[in-house]
T-cell receptor, first 114, second 117 residues
């Protein structure tokens, strides 16, 4: 069964350092989402791509976060510089263009900023 | 503002039915009810959705009240692997085939289901 791949699974970094997360969606899924999940809370959308274009980044802290999906396939989310409050789970999800009944989530990257 | 309210937690015995309630008293006629779950250390997983009729699939059943102000997710024979956080989400029907801004899923805190042996 096809799955959304994410790496790394765990990342520990010091504040003020740069960190990057990678996501490979299910083949053929044109829509890709990055969510952030703070412990005890539900996931919150950071950015949404349709193919290589950003369609929603209203909740992305653009002073330190950036996201790209250059060829409309895999995607990278970057934080520079990382802050203590960025410690969270970063989840990637994808869905078919034609239906949003199911978003398929990857296993996530657990980020700890020290 | 929260569009759904769920209890914080509940438990049930393995093998018994788990009935997870959700209130969505402000739901509009063009909004679906979706359920996702998140097993510890994994990403959320789609379970089921419905508009106004009861729905059943291989994972669960969804019962929506006639006034659509509440719903219940039923896991007919809960197993230990069903221990997870379950999210009830309302989603505009118009966005189902729309991938522009505002088509995101909005998760609340969900309900933690603990299945005991």
């Amino acid at each position: 069964e096809a799955e959304v791949a994410q790496s790394p699974r765990y990342k520990i970094t010091e504040k003020s350092q740069a960190v990057a997360f990678w996501c490979d969606p299910i083949s053929g899924h044109a829509t890709l989402y990055w969510y952030r999940q703070i412990l005890g809370q539900g996931p919150e959308l950071l950015v949404q791509f349709q193919d290589e274009s950003v369609v929603d980044d209203s909740q992305l802290p653009k002073d330190r976060f950036s996201a790209e999906r250059l060829k409309g396939v895999d995607s990278t989310l970057k934080i520079q510089p990382a802050e203590l409050g960025d410690s969270a789970m970063y989840l990637c999800a994808s869905s078919l263009v034609a239906s949003l009944h199911e978003q398929y989530f990857g296993p996530g990257t657990r980020l700890t900023v020290t | 503002d929260a569009k759904t309210t769920q209890p914080t937690s509940m438990d049930c015995a393995e093998g018994r039915a788990a009935n997870l309630p959700c209130n969505h008293s402000t739901i509009s006629g063009n909004e679906y009810v979706y359920w996702y779950r998140q097993i510890h250390s994994q990403g959320p997983q789609y379970i089921i959705h419905g508009l106004k009729n009861n729905e059943t699939n291989e994972m669960a059943s969804l019962i929506i009240t006639e006034d659509r102000k509440s719903s219940t997710l039923i896991l007919p024979h809960a197993t230990l692997r069903d221990t997870a956080v379950y999210y009830c989400i309302v989603y505009p029907k118009a966005y189902v085939f729309y991938t522009g801004a505002n088509s995101k899923l909005t998760f609340g805190k969900g309900i933690t289901l603990s299945v005991r042996p």
